[in-house]
């Protein structure tokens, strides 16, 4: 997950790099222009007052007047500048995005009071069927695996794959990602315009953007309003989450790799592959892969 992570990383800084050159050309086209409106201007006086251009005109004082409007759209450039740009430009963007973060925050701490106060800590297990509520829910574990099951190595995926990326983030957005703990801080911030459920042993943990829970029945509860809560990992959060799934979408990469983290085994006996969608190699994906969509038989 945070190759994924950097990537994004990498692209907020080439979008604030590429915002800063901007901004320079823009000033820069506003000062080439004052001056040649100065000369401009100059010009256009001596013109009529020295060489008697327009004294036939039918418009008096036409100078006077080519003047004010060519003031005119020198005022609209510089207000467009030094206030659209600057004040509704990238640091505008982000100040209306630190917002929509902080109304997602305070929803996030008002179900994580939910949470400690309807589902302490259970003292026998949870039967595997009891958290799923809601009648026409799914829940989903989504992965992207090796051949031979490899998700990752050091907390870290072990390919790059942009159009998975862009998967993942449509088949997520609007619902519930329930996840372990390391799986969560492999991510820079909170993913937007998702709700993140946390799974630790950790009764003191706590996150900004997360929702804390102390087992996968907790989580499930918490989402049964969610008509699709999706399961991201880790390893051991998708082995004892595969019980309570009804669905997984696997991205299968057609390579093996040394891991140290595993998908688990899915036993074709019990569940029917109904969909696959193949993408050979190219230039911006090394490995060749395979979206499979497997459901509960």
Do not use: C
Not at 135 to 156: M, V
Not at 257 to 264: L, S
């Amino acid at each position: 997950m945070s190759s994924k992570n950097n990537e994004i990383q990498k692209n907020e800084d080439r979008e604030q790099f590429l915002y800063a050159q901007d901004r320079i050309r823009q000033k820069k086209r506003l000062n080439q222009h004052f001056v040649v409106f100065l000369i401009g201007s100059a010009f256009i006086i001596i013109l009529d007052q020295l060489m008697g251009v327009g004294k036939n005109l039918p418009i008096e004082n036409w100078y006077v007047w080519a003047i004010l409007i060519w003031t005119f759209f020198f005022l609209i450039h510089a207000f467009n500048v030094f206030f659209t740009n600057r004040f509704m430009g990238k640091k505008w963007e982000n100040e209306q995005l630190d917002k929509l973060k902080a109304k997602q925050q305070k929803r996030i701490t008002e179900l994580q009071k939910r949470v400690d106060k309807e589902m302490p800590l259970p003292n026998k297990p949870v039967p595997v069927k009891a958290t799923k509520q809601a009648k026409n829910q799914t829940i989903t574990l989504i992965a992207a695996a090796s051949e031979n099951d490899a998700l990752g190595k050091d907390n870290d995926l072990v390919w790059h794959l942009p159009d998975d990326f862009k998967r993942f983030k449509k088949l997520t957005t609007g619902h519930h990602i329930i996840m372990g703990r390391k799986t969560f801080e492999t991510f820079p911030e909170p993913l937007p315009n998702r709700i993140h459920v946390v799974i630790t042993r950790d009764k003191t943990y706590k996150k900004f953007g997360a929702i804390v829970v102390h087992s996968i029945n907790e989580a499930l509860e918490l989402a049964k309003q969610d008509d699709q809560p999706f399961i991201i990992g880790g390893g051991e959060i998708y082995k004892q989450s595969l019980e309570y799934a009804d669905k997984i979408e696997l991205t299968r990469v057609h390579s093996e790799f040394p891991a140290d983290t595993f998908f688990p085994h899915i036993d074709e006996s019990k569940w029917e592959l109904i969909n696959e969608e193949h993408h050979p190699k190219d230039d911006k994906h090394e490995f060749a892969f395979t979206y499979l969509t497997y459901i509960r038989k």
